[in-house]
């Protein structure tokens, strides 16, 4: 650890009856068992209840609070007048830290200390509070809260209340919630909220809740820089506000894809500490008026058809996905378009090169400039493009689905994610062909999406490219065989599909997107290499600043 010059305050402490050194530094606390027996220094060592010493980033300090007990009920004239509390023992104070469990799963671990000397109680639990409230730990203390509390199976009221409340509570921070009442009631509520007096805004929801709550940002900040109507040209501005999702959705796309796993207390410890991931934002155009934007999944064909025909089975809840996925699949439509594309001449992977986003992604911080160390002419499997210079580049024909992920979009049915080796931040999302097919091969294609390391792109029907801007346009089969753009001013009625974009349908096929690298953050820090064992030593490789 550190010199003993670094150290802000020490002393003499107790945990479970024996004595040990407490130190503070100013990243870390840190204690050492004094003299451990023989029998002792023989034993392995357990985590936050180690025989002869431990260290904890004081970045994954949850909250320090002094403790009491109830001791008596105060009664006059046999009225009870309430608890009397009184401190525990001599004196303690329990710090709560973040455990990491299994499939990046956290919970919170509890460590007491006892002191005979209450003031030096006080003094500890005083100065670990000044170091958290630093505003290098980027800590929010005020939050916006929308609960919806019709989406998944309508249990987010019930995990808020239950699950999160009490640990914002126990970390100091200060709530208002509002339940949602109708579609678009957290956007409209953004677009005329006093956004300055907060450090975040949650949602405990699912993919389409974060998805308002997305485009309710994004927008008021254009709003708040006066632009009330943004075109194809209008640069978007990134928010100097947060992100965070509570998952209680049907797939909890989001949350899987930027912390692992669809935990609520795990995303609840990840605004608590003020982690910090930005992700790439998809904006979406037709007819160069701005539409919205879009932060994970954009789908049209098989599962635009399959969202579009699954809001009239709403009473179903998340099995009215199943049922509309296989009256869809037993149709199984494909629709005559055009996909133009251009891939940028910077890429520094490609999405079948085997590489994982995971914290501190070497290609997401290159994206924003950052050194990565990373050779592109060697190791980008894009080196051989990079010469096009971004030139677009065009595909047409049937297509059953085209989709477009800028993140993995991992759940409990695609437990690689829809695009495996996509990243949250490289500035570019990745295009998914799905070519015409016959059903049985595309029935082999969906299996292996929900299968794990099945290789679900490995199909002559399915083409893949990482791209930083995309259009689409729907065509039509004329009779001499020849192909004619929907635009012409010969068009007949064709059959065209619906855009599926982050669980919400959007009706207008023909459109144009555009990626914003890095464009907003949320509370955490990207998925954890679950095959690097975790030093707890040393402090997490996210990078950390002033986030509000």
């Known amino acids: 650890m550190a010199a003993d010059v670094d150290v802000l305050f020490q002393s003499r402490l107790e945990i479970h009856h024996r004595p040990f050194v407490v130190r503070l530094y100013h990243s870390h606390i840190c204690w050492e068992l004094i003299t451990p027996p023989a029998d002792v220094r023989k034993t392995s060592r357990e985590r936050f209840f180690g025989t002869q010493e431990e260290c904890v980033p004081l970045s994954e300090v949850v909250a320090v609070h002094q403790d009491y007990v109830a001791l008596k009920e105060k009664a006059v004239y046999g009225v009870s007048q309430g608890i009397e509390l009184f401190p525990l023992r001599d004196a303690s104070f329990t710090i709560n830290v973040v455990k990491r469990g299994r499939k990046h799963k956290w919970k919170v671990q509890k460590v007491t200390f006892q002191c005979l000397d209450p003031e030096i109680c006080q003094e500890w639990v005083s100065k670990i509070e000044t170091r958290l409230s630093c505003a290098e730990f980027g800590r929010p203390k005020k939050l916006l809260i929308f609960i919806n509390p019709f989406g998944g199976k309508k249990r987010g009221p019930k995990v808020y209340r239950e699950k999160v409340a009490p640990l914002f509570d126990l970390a100091g921070i200060t709530t208002e919630v509002i339940t949602t009442e109708r579609a678009n009631h957290a956007y409209e509520t953004i677009l005329s909220y006093e956004v300055t007096t907060l450090d975040g805004i949650i949602c405990v929801g699912g993919d389409g809740m974060f998805a308002e709550l997305l485009n309710g940002l994004l927008m008021r900040t254009l709003k708040d820089a006066g632009i009330e109507q ?274 919400e349908v959007l009706e207008q096929p023909a459109i144009d997107v555009r990626v914003h690298c890095q464009l907003i953050k949320l509370f955490a820090r990207g998925i954890e290499d679950g095959t690097v064992r975790v030093d707890e030593n040393q402090t997490s490789c996210i990078s950390r600043g002033t986030h509000r």
């Not at 795990?266 to 605004?271: C, F, K, V, W």
């Not at 051989?384 to 030139?391: F, R």
């Not at 299968?451 to 729907?474: C, M, Q």
């Open 230 to 503: 943004a075109t194809s040209d209008t640069e978007p501005i990134q928010p100097q506000l947060r992100l965070g999702i509570i998952p209680a959705g049907s797939t909890d796309t989001a949350v899987y894809s930027t912390t692992g796993i669809n935990d609520p207390v795990t995303s609840a410890l990840h605004i608590i500490i003020g982690d910090s991931v930005a992700i790439d934002v998809c904006s979406i155009h037709y007819g160069n008026i701005l539409q919205k934007f879009c932060g994970t999944w954009l789908s049209y064909g098989y599962f635009g058809d399959v969202l579009a025909d699954s809001e009239d089975h709403r009473w179903m809840g998340p099995k009215r996905y199943d049922w509309s996925g296989l009256k869809k699949f037993v149709k199984k439509r494909s629709y005559q378009g055009e996909v133009a594309f251009r891939v940028g001449s910077d890429n520094l992977s490609s999405p079948l090169d085997g590489t994982r986003c995971f914290t501190g992604c070497d290609v997401c911080q290159a994206a924003t400039g950052a050194s990565s160390g990373i050779d592109i002419e060697k190791d980008s499997a894009y080196s051989s493009e990079a010469s096009v210079g971004g030139e677009w580049q065009k595909v047409s024909g049937r297509f059953i689905s085209i989709q477009s992920a800028t993140m993995k979009c991992k759940s409990e049915l695609s437990p690689d994610g829809m695009s495996p080796f996509c990243h949250l931040g490289d500035g570019c999302t990745d295009l998914v062909l799905v070519e015409d097919c016959s059903r049985l091969n595309y029935l082999k294609h969906m299996l292996r999406i929900v299968g794990k390391g099945a290789g679900h792109f490995d199909f002559s029907f399915i083409k893949i490219h990482r791209v930083k801007e995309f259009k689409f346009n729907v065509l039509e089969d004329d009779c001499d065989g020849t192909t004619e753009s929907r635009n012409h001013q010969h068009m007949r009625t064709v059959e065209t599909s619906v855009w599926n974009c982050d669980g």
